[in-house]
């Protein structure tokens, strides 16, 4: 198995390193600097702000080829007023990705591409995502049994999951559509003031209200993503 490494390296120097066939995936590269690289055969998915690439700055091109974008830039509102316009969004493309689903078989909702996860496992790992920060830390209410966790914290002792349970597409969206419900319900009634407020997450410590949110944001942009990926391989309609 390859070296894996987590935690804070910014500020790290990397000098005549092999790093061909390295995945990054959830990392900050704000203010990094590659010089003397080959870079061949490379693909970067993310937000891009101010991006220089051999002198041209490219990131104008990238983004207005970028479908997802401006919702990639709408991540991390800066107020309660851009959150509530960045969980419509989400919400308009995951019903636009049920009904892609809705498209094509419900085993095949079942079924892994490429070993990633399923349609169905991948609405489960929402509502854990969504349970995790926000359901049970903000609301006080507790995890849904169908919750999936990501496979670094399957070990972390959550209560009330049931991991060997196997929920229909139907129970599965419904669930996520209970949380979605509450999440916008929530986003509706909250102030800038409340951004700030401490809430404490299992397994992540304590963490402003909107770090909380951020994070169930792009929970959902990314599993979106993935989701239609997979439903595109499994021949559901456009």
Known sequence: MPDEFEGDLAGAVFWGADLSGARFRDVDLTGATITHAWLAGVEIDAFVDRLIVNGVDVTAYVNEHDPWYPLRAMLRPVDAAAMRATWSALEREWTITVEQAHS?????????????????????????????????????????PIGLPNTGSLDFPWPDLDLECTPSVVEALAVLSDRSTRVGAFIDSMHDVDLDAPIEVLENCTNPLRECLFTVFEEAFWHIRYSRRDLAALGAAP
């Not at 489960?124 to 006080?140: C, E, N, Q, S, Y």
């Open 104 to 144: 094509v078989r419900d085993d095949a909702l079942h079924r892994r591409v490429d070993d990633q996860w399923s349609f169905v496992e991948t609405t489960r790992h929402l509502v854990f995502a969504i349970d995790k920060w926000f359901t049970a830390p903000v609301l006080g209410a507790g995890f849904d």
